[in-house]
């Protein structure tokens, strides 16, 4: 079997404030193999894009990665000098940032950007560069693209400029690309053809794929595995139909069912988390998810589970797990039909 392209071992950045050390990511560890499409799930404050940002040494001040590896293909993002992240960044490993329009320079031509990102590589001369723009811009399917390359950013659309950052993240041709919440704020039909695209790069170019998202409907038709962040950690792990199908920590069974679904013949009652995601300065002991828990134990509060395989290829942080509260429900609706059973007969004995 080959060697993942992407490994993180123990990850953990850490932002030193005034207010204590935010731990935004704790401890995380995961692989992404070549060609392959991988989802970061979570609510906002769970680490997903400083995850992203860590992997590309782009972590912001007061920040920085205190301990852990990031191994690109055996050689660790870590410990690289200054000369090397650049050459990392753009030709091995690129992004797509969440809002285009703050992404692109205002004041420079849309084909001129793309000419930028691989002329500073130097991944292509100045005239190869040239020649790429336009089937580049063509490749994300932007209509003429010859006179929309000479166009300023406030001239496309909010989804064209999100084809246009796409075009660039696949200019220097990556083999890890990483798209930070690709669909936010566009409508779902932009969506649909934005998720098609990725779907088309993806087996075109052969570029794996870290897709950041809080869209779940958009992992389950993009991604191959899924990873949902809690408060800086991962809780769970696994093949994208098998968390689907059974999830079980009780965050990723909650995402799941706080979005409508149209694939159920009966419309189920949605699930809303209480609480709020918890302060990264000051962390509950115990499980982190614990307070905002429907199904907690006494052990929640005092013991933090471990990361453990729950199924073939899936792993969880959980001392609970659901399919044993699925257990412990069918048990107690058994023990009930039982005693209806049994007061009836009661009943019936009693008026003999």
């Not at 107690?332 to 059973?341: D, F, I, L, N």
Request: proline share 6%.
């Amino acid at each position: 079997m080959a060697a993942p392209l992407l490994r993180v071992e123990d990850l953990r950045t850490q932002f030193f404030t005034s207010r204590g050390i935010v731990h935004a990511v704790d401890g995380i560890s995961f692989n992404v193999n070549r060609g392959e499409t991988v989802g970061i799930v979570g609510e906002s404050g769970s680490g997903k894009t400083m995850t992203a940002f860590s992997i590309l040494r782009l972590v912001p001040d007061p920040g920085r990665i205190v301990s852990g590896r990031i191994l690109f293909k055996d050689q660790d993002v870590v410990q690289m000098n200054d000369d090397d992240v650049r050459e990392f960044r753009g030709n091995d490993v690129a992004m797509i940032f969440q809002d285009p329009m703050t992404s692109l320079n205002p004041v420079t031509k849309v084909g001129t950007q793309i000419d930028e990102a691989m002329t500073a590589h130097e991944r292509f001369s100045k005239k190869e560069a040239q020649a790429r723009i336009i089937p580049l811009l063509q490749q994300v399917r932007i209509p003429e693209a010859a006179r929309r390359a000479q166009d300023y950013p406030h001239q496309f659309s909010g989804g064209m400029r999100q084809r246009a950052m796409i075009a660039m993240g696949l200019s220097n041709e990556p083999e890890l690309l990483i798209a930070d919440e690709p669909t936010t704020a566009l409508d779902v039909t932009v969506q649909a053809q934005i998720i098609q695209l990725l779907k088309q790069l993806n087996r075109d170019v052969g570029a794996a794929i870290i897709l950041i998202t809080h869209n779940m409907a958009l992992v389950a038709s993009l991604c191959q595995r899924i990873i949902v962040m809690y408060a800086g950690r991962i809780v769970e792990e696994g093949p994208v139909e098998q968390i689907f199908d059974s999830p079980q920590h009780p965050y990723t069974w909650s995402l799941l069912r706080s979005v409508p679904r149209v694939d159920v013949a009966r419309a189920e009652r949605l699930v809303s988390i209480k609480g709020l995601p918890p302060d990264l300065v000051r962390l509950p002991p115990g499980c982190k998810f614990h307070p905002r828990c429907r199904f907690k134990i006494e052990k929640c509060e005092r013991e933090e589970p471990p990361l453990e395989e729950v199924a073939p290829n899936q792993v969880a942080r959980c001392w609970v797990m659901m399919r044993n509260v699925a257990q412990e429900q069918r048990e107690e609706t058994k023990a009930g039909e039982v005693s209806r059973e049994a007061a009836t007969e009661l009943k019936q004995a009693g008026s003999g």
